[in-house]
Each structure stands twice: as C-alpha cells, then as structure tokens.
C-alpha cells in the first residue's frame, strides 16, 4: 500500500522529468533553433533573466482572471439552480446555453474592446463568459437528476419542493460543483491570456503577443509555462477543497 501511495505521489513528478528530458535531448540533437523550438534550458534561462516582468504579468494575469473567475462562480450558481430546479426552464434555457457555449470566444473578443476599450473590460469578461458554462451545466446536472423517488419520500414525508432542492439537491450537486470549479478555472486562464493577447496591454497574454512578434520563443514559452503552472495550482487548490468538504462524495476511492 505505501508503495502504490509513493507512486501516486510521485509519478507526476517523473513523467515530468522523463517528458523534459525527452524535450531536451531531441531540440539538442536535431539542433532545432530556438526562434522556432526552444529547449526547457533556453525556457528555464528566460525565467531567471526576465523574472521580474514574468511574475508582474503573472500577477496582472492571475488577478484579471480571479475577478472573471469569481463572476462565472456566482452567475452560473444562480443559473444553474434555476435551469436545474424547473423542467419547463431546463428545456427552454439549456439548449440557449450549449448555444451561446459554442460561439468562439476568439470573435466576441473585437466585440468586447469596442464595448469596454483596451485594458482590463475585455480580460474579466472574456474569463466570464468562457468559464461559467461548466458551472452551469454541472449544477443544473446535479439538481435536475436527482432521484424521482427519493423525492417523492421527501414528499410524502412533508418535505416542499424548496426544502428538497436546498437540503437535498444543493448537497447532492456540490461534487459536480467542484468538478465544475476545477474545469472552469484553467478555462478562465485561457480566456484572460486570449483577450491579453488580442485586446491587453499587461499581463502574460501581452508578453507572449510581444515576445512572439520579436521571435524571442523561449520567453512566449516562459509565458506559456508560467500560465500553466498557475492554473495548475488553482486546480490542486480546488482538489484540496472539495476532498475536504465532499469526502462522503470519495469514500469508494480513498478506500481503494
């Protein structure tokens, strides 16, 4: 058991290692240059010679996306409670919602610097907009399968449809919820770095956009490293929540 346990925690960390290494050896040995495919040194060298700009863009970026992040948390909790506790507003606001979830956020981008102008507008929206579906969708799940007949027990047992939704459904949904919060949140990062990148002028987004444009590729990819590494640790820290908050939600895996 300790030996599965110790894998488990270090696996991560190997194939990493393995994955580096691999990268390393074949840029090196097919003499790739850097303006095209830098190495994880090359990568590494710009991180310790441009730290500074790196983590006040981080900075820029995290925060921007915080904001967006924070609004996708409590428009898609409200919409999703309503799609979810109605049959009548499932059926007729769920496919709206797949609707406007397919629309590439890429082109609504234009739209939201004509609204709201350069700057920080079109960052927090474009992280809204790109990460409240899965909230959304994951709530409405939750409260719209639950079980028939425990409902009706509920029921029989005095329960109104209220204290079955709030007491019942709500708990039910909080697993989806957190499920949601860890896909919504590198989706979020996604949508601040591409208004960053179309509309910004800071943050991790415009590195990259200026790295890019100069044909410096081992700081685009710092940038890229850097972005991933944030959205990483947001998802281990919404992990760390939800088993903490929804361990009845994992019994089955921790025993096993």
Same mark, same amino acid.
């Given at each position: ?5 110790? =894998? ?8 990493? +290692? &393995?994955?580096? %290494? *691999? ?5 090196? @040995? /097919? ?65 709206? =919602? ?8 890429? +082109? &609504?981008?234009? %739209? *939201? ?5 350069? @700057? /920080? ?136």
């Amino acid at each position: 058991m300790k030996i599965t346990r110790n =894998m488990e925690r270090w696996s991560p960390l190997v194939v990493l +290692a &393995v994955f580096l %290494i *691999l990268w390393q050896v074949i840029v090196a @040995g /097919l003499s790739i240059p850097e303006f095209i495919f830098p190495s994880p040194w090359q990568i590494l060298q710009q991180f310790i010679e441009f730290q500074g700009p790196l983590l006040e863009a981080a900075w820029k970026t995290f925060w921007v996306t915080m904001l967006g992040f924070g609004i996708s948390i409590v428009v898609g909790v409200l919409l999703g409670f309503l799609i979810g506790s109605s049959r009548l507003a499932y059926t007729a606001l769920y496919p709206l =919602m797949v609707a406007f979830n397919a629309v590439p956020k890429a +082109a &609504v981008v234009p %739209i *939201l610097v004509v609204w709201f102008g350069i @700057g /920080l507008g079109p960052g927090i929206l474009t992280a809204f907009l790109i990460s409240f579906f899965p909230i959304t969708v994951n709530i409405a799940t939750g409260l719209a399968t639950l079980e028939p007949e425990l409902e009706d027990v509920l029921r029989v047992l005095g329960a109104r449809r209220w204290d079955v939704l709030i007491k019942v459904g709500l708990p039910r949904s909080m697993p989806y919820f957190y499920g949601s919060l860890k896909i919504a949140i590198t989706l979020a990062f996604v949508g601040t770095v591409l208004a960053e990148m179309t509309a910004g002028d800071s943050g991790i987004g415009y590195l990259m956009q200026s790295a890019g444009s100069q044909q410096r590729m081992p700081l685009a990819f710092a940038g890229l490293v850097t972005i991933g590494a944030m959205a990483m640790v947001m998802y281990e820290f919404f992990s760390w929540i939800e088993k903490r908050t929804t361990g009845w939600a994992h019994r089955g895996s921790q025993s096993a």
